[in-house]
């Protein structure tokens, strides 16, 4: 078996029918003079040894530095929880079925002709909602 090393550099172009030439083994005289010895089809083989002709390699791993983990505060912890996508996506569904609820409830129950501050809360909440699909129009439009 051939392995990526040992096949010849250029010879992966495909012939006037489209069919890609099979691997030639390192060390046979191309068509165009000369061995191909040392190349692959990335470039030419250097050595891994430390000559200056690659990058060089110690058989001694070098001493680890131990890290330690810094001590996080309650404000960042609380913050990096509340600004993680999964929890807005639940803490938004938890909004509108408490909006869906303070409207059912203000329909059902304490409709007046003053408003009371129920409904002002709604009316608030309803505009504040109007707002962001407002905010959100241009995002949309843009396709992004």
Known sequence: ???PSSLQRGRGRPDRSGNLPKATPAGFKSRWGGSSAGWSLGGPSRPSQ???HGPSVSLRSAPLRE??????SCLARFGAFFTAPVVIFHLNILSYFTFLWLFAYVLMVDFQPLPSWR???IYFWLFSLVCEETRQVPDYCSGS
């Open 50 to 52: 430390g000559d200056g």
């Open 67 to 72: 890290k330690r983990l810094q001590p996080v």
């Open 1 to 3: 078996m051939l392995r």
């Open 119 to 121: 409904e002002l809360v």
